[in-house]
């Protein structure tokens, strides 16, 4: 069990990622809670639908319990960031003393969450901007091939050549805060638009109007990382937000899968961040708050 990667969640990404992994040979532990991607994972494998549109299918472990893989060494946090605390408790249980999790999360605040309960030494912090869209439970439609970055860590080694050697582009980087204030602008500029509009992210760079509103939410959310002093990583936030949206151009943003579906969003961990951080430098974010407020009186 201790070769095992384990992926905590049963999303698109973590589908995605374990669909992947499990193709170049690594064995895969999914923890989840969800009852129907558990019993499909079970019964069928994990499914990966290729950008041809041929499925393929993959035997993974799938689990409810973090008692059934105690002694872990290296994990993949996947889920939600409000589902962030639970996740913390139970990577708490069964990852090893010298074991690191790895966050690759949309929002602020996982790595802090996770910290609180792993410490320090035992959790990375990364970002990815690879498309997913669930299509089903266990099964998976791989978008835009995006970047892993993460920071350095000693324990890193075996989940790195794993990763590599299930084709992701893997970028090991000194400062993952520049990465996840990267990766809040392209989220915050693409993820909402595609939920209240309900179109793929292609579609947001074909309408004027939300081509705008992208542009606001992107260049909103970069002031707040200067005064913040985080140091980008690019020069140009609306350029980056527009051109993760054309080669995500067909892929369901993941908040807009959660609408779809009735299900919460990372809106608060999103934008609502964003608004908060503003307001410690007295910055106004009319787009963000604006987004944030209707995104979440879609699901309340």
Request: some cysteine; proline content about 3%.
């Amino acid at each position: 069990m201790n070769n095992n990667i384990l992926i905590v969640g049963t999303g698109a990404l973590a589908t995605l990622f374990a669909a992947r992994l499990a193709q170049a040979g690594s064995q895969i532990t999914m923890l989840g809670t969800w009852k129907a991607g558990l019993d499909a994972l079970r019964k069928d494998g994990v499914r990966l639908v290729d950008a041809n549109g041929n499925e393929h299918h993959f035997d993974v472990q799938a689990i409810d319990d973090p008692g059934e893989c105690r002694g872990i060494n290296h994990a993949l946090v996947l889920v939600k960031a409000w589902q962030t605390a639970r996740a913390a408790e139970q990577l708490k249980e069964c990852l090893a003393e010298d074991g690191l999790a790895v966050t690759l999360q949309n929002g602020l605040g996982n790595r802090e969450t996770l910290i609180q309960n792993l410490g320090l030494s035992r959790v990375a912090l990364g970002s990815t901007t690879t498309g997913a869209t669930l299509l089903g439970p266990g099964l998976v439609r791989e978008g835009g091939e995006g970047i892993i970055s993460i920071e350095q860590n000693q324990a890193l080694g075996p989940l790195e050549e794993a990763l590599r050697s299930a084709k992701f582009n893997v970028n090991l980087v000194e400062d993952a805060q520049s990465l996840i204030w990267g990766k809040l602008v392209i989220n915050a500029a693409i993820n909402p638009l595609t939920a209240l509009l309900r179109v793929p992210n292609g579609k947001l760079l074909e309408r004027p109007s939300a081509r705008e509103m992208m542009g606001a939410l992107a260049s909103e959310t970069a002031q707040v990382a200067e005064a913040e002093k985080i140091h980008l990583p690019f020069s140009d936030p609306i350029a980056a937000a527009e051109e993760v949206a054309l080669k995500t151009a067909a892929n369901h943003s993941s908040m807009l899968q959660d609408v779809l579906r009735g299900a919460p969003t990372e809106i608060d961990a999103i934008c609502g961040e964003v608004v908060k951080a503003a307001q410690k430098h007295n910055i106004d974010t009319p787009a963000n708050w604006s987004c944030w407020k209707l995104v979440k009186a879609i699901v309340e």
